[in-house]
């Protein structure tokens, strides 16, 4: 397995700012992926980064609110722009296993986000 | 698309009950099945996984659970469960075509009081 870490563990931000959260995996890994869970709900995937290429947003989540970096394979931002009260949530950052085990998913602890 | 249903959203048990959770997915292709634990503070844990073979699946901690392909189902169960199981309990699914996205049912808070 892997050790994933996300910085800041949490914050609490006031409406129109920005944040960045970082995250940092202890292995080299391809597939970096960003989650959010909403309170009370599930987790609900962002976006797909692969290093060297851009960053590939699901549906009802666009690049202006949400840049994403991956400037090698051990690293990846998520920018949470102009915020607002419903951007309150979890970010989660998550990789394929390393290890060589397919398909394996493993996540960090997570960012806890409150927008006053 | 693919969605993933679990249909009970709060469960309580005493220690010693049985436990079984119901995870239901829509997609017709071949999928990976998951289920992931999060403990009170802690971050997502895999708890078992199904790929392929054998449908009825061993994780850790004594827990299982069984594919049934007609069904669409990957239920998780235990069968005697303790206060450490206390937890919010998620089933996800992963298709083989496409990206490799993993689509998360909404979770069960599982409860169990001593």
């Known amino acids: 397995s892997a050790v994933i870490s996300q910085k800041p563990s949490r914050d609490i931000c006031q409406r129109g700012t920005s944040l960045t959260i970082q995250c940092q995996v202890d292995s080299q890994v391809t597939m970096m992926f960003w989650y959010r869970q909403q309170p009370g709900q599930s987790l609900t995937l962002i976006a797909t980064a692969n290093q060297g290429s851009e960053a590939t947003y699901e549906s009802g989540f666009v690049i202006d609110k949400f840049p994403i970096s991956r400037p090698n394979l051990t690293f990846s931002t998520l920018t949470v722009s102009n915020m607002s009260p419903e951007d309150s949530s979890i970010y989660l950052c998550?990789?394929?296993?390393?290890?060589?085990?397919?398909?394996?998913?493993?996540f960090g602890p997570g960012t806890r986000l409150t927008v006053t | 698309a693919q969605s993933v249903s679990q249909h009970n959203h709060h469960v309580i048990l005493s220690e010693a009950a049985s436990l079984e959770l119901g995870c239901n997915y829509s997609?017709?292709?071949?999928?990976?099945l998951f289920w992931y634990v999060q403990y009170p503070g802690q971050h997502l844990q895999l708890l078992l996984k199904y790929f392929s073979g054998d449908p009825l699946v061993k994780g850790i901690k004594g827990f299982e659970a069984e594919f049934i392909k007609s069904k669409f189902s990957f239920n998780l169960r235990k069968p005697s469960v303790q206060w450490s199981d206390t937890a919010e309990y998620f089933c996800?699914?992963?298709?083989?075509?496409?990206?490799?996205?993993?689509?998360f049912g909404t979770g069960t808070r599982l409860l169990v009081s001593p």
């Open positions: 998550s990789i394929l296993s390393p290890d060589g085990v397919p398909y394996e998913q493993y």
């Open positions: 997609y017709g292709g071949t999928v990976n």
């Open positions: 996800a699914v992963r298709s083989y075509t496409g990206f490799q996205k993993l689509v």
